[in-house]
């Protein structure tokens, strides 16, 4: 059994807890060599996530649907670190048009391609159908990351075989990959209304997530790619993915400032 980390801040078997910074952690690493993309890095995580990598050199590729925001998170990123390097292309999640042409592209730029962190998401959303008619929810926290990841993957192989780094896919879920429909994914009521929980509907994207990692872990071991799946539940945290949300943990997670 592993080691508990406490909401106190105790250190786990890394030397880090749930109290460490980005900086902390990354605190002499060199990634002047590496090219990360990080969905959804025009705020919260996605922007903090952009900003410690960049503070390390690596080539940041931020996707974001909204680009002037984005943009702004690039400015303040280049004030403090005035030789980042960042590039910013327009990606709608829920969109998988959007998604084709966000991987298209990236690969006309002829980068490599180290690191992709799929971090964009929305959460507790009223029910809507995506352009692709796919609930929202369904659609922008999985389905589009799933596509996305299956249009990069090559160029993630190919860079760790030329280069010899291990080429690294993170996908971000949450401790509400547990608060699903009875059964889990509900697969044949994806899209009806009648059935819809704005919870439940996050929950089982966030299962999606972690289901879509670990299949491919499995598969990127077979083959013997030097490339790891992994998911990652990052806490619990102030950004504005809460904005859908009424109760006390939606006032502790929804910024007063936006």
Do not use: W
Request: hydrophobic share 40%.
């Amino acid at each position: 059994m592993g080691n508990i980390v406490r909401a106190t801040g105790d250190s786990g078997p890394s030397g880090f807890g749930c109290s460490s910074t980005a900086e902390q952690v990354t605190e002499g690493e060199d990634a002047s060599r590496l090219t990360v993309i990080i969905t959804g890095g025009s705020s919260g995580i996605g922007a903090e996530t952009a900003r410690v990598m960049a503070l390390r050199g690596a080539h940041v590729i931020i996707g974001a649907r909204n680009t002037e925001a984005a943009e702004s998170v690039k400015q303040s990123i280049l004030l403090n670190t005035p030789s980042a390097r960042i590039d910013i292309i327009h990606l709608e999640l829920s969109s998988q048009n959007s998604v084709r042409e966000f991987s298209d592209r990236f690969l006309s730029m002829d980068l490599p391609l180290n690191i992709l962190i799929n971090n964009a998401g929305v959460m507790h959303c009223p029910f809507e159908l995506s352009v692709d008619d796919i609930e929202m929810q369904f659609a922008t926290n999985h389905m589009g990351h799933f596509l996305l990841t299956n249009l990069l993957l090559p160029k993630i192989k190919s860079t760790a075989e030329e280069t010899g780094i291990e080429g690294r896919i993170v996908n971000l879920s949450s401790a509400d990959h547990l608060t699903t429909y009875r059964g889990g994914i509900s697969f044949e009521k994806i899209n009806d209304e009648a059935a819809y929980n704005a919870k439940l509907a996050y929950g089982q994207s966030k299962l999606a997530n972690i289901l879509h990692a670990n299949e491919l872990a499995r598969r990127l071991r077979e083959e013997g790619a030097n490339v790891t799946a992994n998911s990652v539940d990052p806490g619990l945290t102030m950004t504005n993915l809460g904005r859908h949300l009424t109760t006390f943990a939606g006032m502790l997670l929804k910024p007063t400032n936006l």
